[in-house]
């Protein structure tokens, strides 16, 4: 018979399990850890949770994660809102951020499109992007979506979306290896890709 924990202890195991990368060994030194801080850091870490996920939301520009209206790249006026970058995830976001190359706006479409997934158009945010470049205001798209099948149909699909309002729309050159992912990439590799782009 296989030991069993506290139902509050499994149940802080099978959410840390849900996490991307974490197995169930993983999950129970994560809970273990946590369990065993003094209560003023547990307290901390409660409250850095819980405020992040009471505050965190939606830029209403760019669509990446925001605690007011607009995320600090959109509120930014040194920034060139002429020219968007268009990455996957957030996490993009922060990993073209740390390469310095890129000056503009970015729109984060929250996933790829994925027909075995069922993840759709309908399911990304396509249609805000399309509306942004409806309003006449941009003159490039750059599509840094992952070189993988996923990110390369996704580039596709949404060069094609835009192909009628006549901007410029770039893809990143591949210093970036094929099927790899851009939050993976070091700075040096970004910049290049971003300083390389190449029409769609």
Not at 9 to 20: K, Y
Not at 89 to 106: L, N, T
Not at 176 to 190: K, P, R, W, Y
Request: net charge negative.
């Amino acid at each position: 018979m296989s030991l069993q924990f506290p139902p509050a202890i499994e149940a802080l195991v099978d959410q840390f399990n849900r996490l991307p990368g974490v197995g169930r060994k993983s999950a129970q030194r994560m809970a273990f850890y946590i369990l065993s801080l003094p209560p003023a850091e547990s307290e901390a870490f409660r409250a850095a949770l819980a405020g992040a996920c009471d505050t965190v939301r939606l830029c209403s520009c760019c669509q990446n994660l925001a605690d007011s209206e607009l995320c600090p790249v959109c509120r930014d006026p040194s920034r060139d809102p002429a020219v968007i970058c268009v990455v996957s995830d957030p996490k993009d976001v922060a990993a073209i951020e740390r390469s310095r190359e890129f000056r503009g706006h970015y729109h984060v479409l929250h996933g790829a499109l994925s027909p075995l997934g069922r993840v759709g158009p309908d399911e990304l945010k396509i249609k805000e992007l399309v509306t942004r470049v409806a309003e006449g205001t941009v003159t490039e798209v750059i599509l840094a979506t992952d070189p993988d099948t996923e990110g390369e149909t996704t580039a596709l699909y949404v060069a094609r979306l835009l192909g009628p309002f006549g901007i410029a729309v770039t893809r990143l050159a591949y210093g970036i290896s094929v099927g790899g992912h851009l939050e993976h990439a070091d700075e040096l590799t970004l910049a290049k890709a971003i300083e390389g782009r190449r029409p769609v």
